[in-house]
């Protein structure tokens, strides 16, 4: 007996489980990379060693690869698409 579900793609999950950071775009990934940049400057010109602030570099460094995949993965998947996403067509209708 075969299985239903077979050769069927799982459907997307609800909104309510997406994590936290699904709805920002690459507007806000690229906000992401300035603030991490902007922290990182902050640190380096302020003087701290890295020796002894190793934990803020390291956050910062995080922030600014998170916000890199997030806008990269926002801008290819908008490529992919043709700059539509998951909006309806003027007419109404689903894509």
Known sequence: ?????????????????????????????????VAGLSLLAWLFLGGRSADEEWGLYYGAGKVVAIGAVIAGTALVSRSRTGGAGDRADSDGGAG
């Open 1 to 33: 007996m075969k299985d239903a579900g077979h050769g069927r793609r799982p459907s997307s999950p609800p909104a309510a489980l997406a994590p936290w950071w699904a709805g920002l775009g690459p507007l806000g990934g690229g906000i992401l990379v």
